[in-house]
């Protein structure tokens, strides 16, 4: 089978398409034969190595994250012994470590079902996107009626966590974007205002657009754009910092926080593993909502898979609205 890995850190250009056997299924996994991978933007700063930030510094031969949907070819020793027949066939979609690949093993515990008339890009945010833009927003104790700020909402899963504050009960959805076409796609999935933080008086504007103050902010970008959003908090207001794309890892003056306001972390992963049955049941509720109407995905780009450096490309670019995905 095809597959992309990298040998050395550096720009797309390092992603390396390569044979290698199709992997085998251990005990509680099931091989998966992909038909679509969407692409994560953390992977760009992975690729680039330790000079990304200390939490990036991963060992190599460096393997690619991705949301597989596919097909069940196979399963592990010990796999639904009493009736296989009935996982193998079955669409599904799971998080994998080593996604950019025609062939990956998942673990059976966090497979996720893919429902009957969900398309692919849909399918895709059932692993990660849709479940973390749904945990940063409980993480921030997001109630009815409350103002929400969501930076970086017009990417893969800021266009996620703009419809689900509103599913959520936001009163008001204030998005950030660079660009106008960002701008009118964030406008577009459900925000109330859209804002060009590119702009160096973007707090200004989301300070008119919130006169009383913003009650949860979802910061992926970190930096400056991190710092400058607390002081648009108001009274109780809570940011939850899920990401830092611009790799600015400063620091929190705890004194900026005397005003009534507090900041926490989100990691899916971290979630997952804290309280496994609400990650589960996340990803129920995702695919609920997707296939009731109440949130879409939107496709930037599908692109094949020996083309992966190009969807790296636009990554880092910042050219893209909503998920790219990888056809094998
Ligand atoms: N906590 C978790 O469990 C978890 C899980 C998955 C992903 N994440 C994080 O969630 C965030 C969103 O992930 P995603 O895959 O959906 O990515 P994405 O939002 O589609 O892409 C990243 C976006 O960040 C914005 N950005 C701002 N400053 C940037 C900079 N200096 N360099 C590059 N981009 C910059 C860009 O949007 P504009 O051009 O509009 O500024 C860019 O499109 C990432 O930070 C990722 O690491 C967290």
Redesign the pocket.
């Known amino acids: 089978m095809r597959r992309i890995r990298y040998y050395s850190y550096g720009g797309p250009e390092v992603l390396t398409v390569e044979q290698a056997d199709i992997p085998v299924p251990g005990p509680g996994q099931v091989l998966v034969r992909a038909s679509a991978i969407g692409a ?3 992977d760009t ?1 992975l690729r680039r190595g330790p000079s990304s930030g200390p939490i990036f510094d991963r060992p190599l031969p460096g393997r690619l994250t991705g949301d597989v949907v596919g097909t069940v070819e196979a399963v592990g020793p010990g796999v639904a012994v009493d009736q296989p027949a009935s996982l193998v066939g079955r669409r599904v979609a799971t998080l994998s470590e080593d996604a950019f690949a025609e062939y990956v093993v998942a673990d059976l515990d966090w497979l996720a079902e893919v429902p009957s008339g969900l398309d692919v890009g849909a399918a895709s945010t059932l692993p ?2 849709g479940p ?1 833009a749904l945990g940063a927003l409980r993480a921030g104790h997001l109630a009815p009626g409350e103002t929400v700020l969501v930076h ?1 909402a ?5 266009h996620l966590a703009v419809q689900l504050a509103k599913v959520l009960g936001a009163g008001r959805v204030i998005a950030t ?3 106008a076409a ?1 701008l009118d796609f964030a406008l577009d999935h459900g925000a109330d205002v859209a804002i060009d ?1 590119s702009a160096d008086d973007w707090p200004d504007q989301v300070g008119k657009a919130a006169p009383d103050g913003v009650d949860v902010i979802l910061d ?2 970190g930096g400056q754009t991190l710092l400058r959003g607390l002081d648009l908090l108001a009274p109780l207001g809570r940011t939850v910092v ?6 600015d890892f400063r620091e929190i003056p705890v004194t900026s926080l005397f005003a009534l306001r507090s900041v926490v972390g ?4 971290a979630w997952r593993a804290a309280d496994p049955e609400a990650g589960r049941r996340d990803v129920a509720e995702i695919a609920g909502h997707l296939a009731a109407g109440r949130l879409r995905t939107t496709v930037h780009a599908c692109l094949p898979l020996d083309e992966a450096a190009s969807a790296h490309r636009m ?2 670019e ?1 050219a ?1 609205r909503g998920r790219i995905l990888l056809l094998p």
């Open positions: 994560n933007f953390v700063l990660l996107g973390t970086a017009a990417g893969g899963i800021g974007a660079a660009g960002k933080y992926s970008i899920y990401g830092v794309a611009s790799g989100f990691s899916l992963l990554f880092e910042r893209h």
